[in-house]
């Protein structure tokens, strides 16, 4: 179910990072307003999270935040702006892990590259410093990040950790060859740098376009993805996204939007915004014909025939055991 209604009350500006209310920049990840970073107001605790028992009286904030940070967090659960700011720097390395590896700060092959890729290629060293910026902003220690993908090594095999340190602090980290005498770290760290190196998977891609759903871009076709692709050069780079994704992958599109719809709905499930029993029994007179209704069977072979229903309506795989009910109890209700 929705919280807005009773989370809609009590929340306060503040402004973290600054020392006046600056509201020009993101207090996650300290970017400022451009053509393709809007500025909103993030709710923390989030508008549709439903506060634990004995937290009522947390302090509701709202914090200055760019789309892509307001996005990537979107419904997590946090409570408190501090939890939110450093999980989302493991968010950032989670979402530019290709890119962080694969740079070089060599001269890049664009024979045969035009238009808006060729300038957002050009321009990688700036949008490696953004992101290293995004990363280490309002982070005084390493630790502070809690993520693994901080022990991967890079292509000039240095450890990710010690080049964001280094970047925050502007002074050289550790010697990176010291810490091979672990070589059964080092061959885990190599294993991560030749995954990354390979092609998208299937889970990955559907990873990505759950990403991009909760930051307001909805890719439900290939033609979405296409004009999507269009857009957003610089990312299409720093993910080096497929062009045509389900030749690349291997399955169809059909199955990718089935996995991400899954995806979808497990993030509703978690966050407990499934349909009430009230809704879920409309839904039932509404839209089921009444064989689907004969047993919870039939239901389930309804519910895995159709995804996008499923989602849309945000129904449970087994409402006898979400709605702590019978089935036929809750059939009986659907007659009534």
Known sequence: MSHRIQNNVGY??????????????CHYCGRKASLELRLEWDHVPALNVKIPEGCEDIRKTLVRSCNECNGIASDVPHMDYLERHFWLKAAYLRRYKRFLVNYNGKTLDTDGVTGYLLAAMKNADIRYEEILNAIGFGIKHIEQIDSPILQVRVKSNRLLANIISEYLHGIPSEDDEDEDEDHDLGKLETSDIEESNKPYSVQEFV??????????????????????????????????????????????????????????YKLKESNNELSTLKQFVSFLSEELMPDDLISIDNYQIWYSDNPLLVYEYLVPKNPHKYYKKEWREITGLVCN
């Open 12 to 25: 306060r500006k503040i402004y973290p990072m600054s020392t006046f209310e600056d509201s020009t920049f």
């Open 207 to 264: 990873d990505f376009i759950i990403d991009e759903y909760e930051v307001g871009n909805h890719i439900q076709s290939f033609e979405d993805y296409k004009e999507w692709y269009k857009s957003y050069p610089d990312r299409v780079y720093s993910l080096e996204l497929p062009l045509i994704p389900h030749k690349h992958i291997g399955v169809s599109w059909e199955s990718i939007m089935n996995k991400v719809l899954d995806g979808l």
